[in-house]
């Protein structure tokens, strides 16, 4: 059974970094059927895509995050990471780290959901 879990600081300072884990169990981030994203839901909205890793250790992100996202992956420990510069308050969300591995199930287009971490970006 696939299980994800984020980690990581639930405040920061606008213009700081915000660096999240998500570590995975049940399989291994290297597997060729899976790709492994992260999502967020700001107060009151919809998700939102931010970028996904791929078992080859490519990565895709979305076209507005892109200039200040970095996803990597640690595979010794089965893990893939977030950093977000620039914070800004708009950035408040709550962050999920979430898998897909091609089934024909899915809950908001993926298999696998983290319980998802709140962020709060303020001075």
């Known amino acids: 059974q696939v299980q994800l879990q984020e980690s990581g600081p639930g405040l920061v300072k606008p213009s700081q970094t915000l660096s999240l884990t998500c570590t995975v169990s049940?399989?291994?981030?290297?597997?060729?059927?899976?790709?492994w994203s992260w999502i967020r839901q700001p107060p009151g909205k919809g998700l939102e895509w931010i970028g996904a890793i791929f078992n080859d250790g490519s990565t895709a992100y979305a076209p507005s995050l892109k200039s200040r996202t970095t996803i990597s992956r640690q595979t010794s420990k089965n893990q893939f990471s977030l950093h977000l510069n620039s914070l800004k308050p708009e950035d408040t969300a709550i962050y999920y780290c979430a898998a897909f591995d091609g089934s024909t199930w899915s809950i908001n287009g993926y298999n696998y959901w983290g319980q998802g971490t709140q962020v709060t970006v303020s001075s």
């Open positions: 049940g399989t291994w981030i290297t597997s060729g059927h899976y790709y």
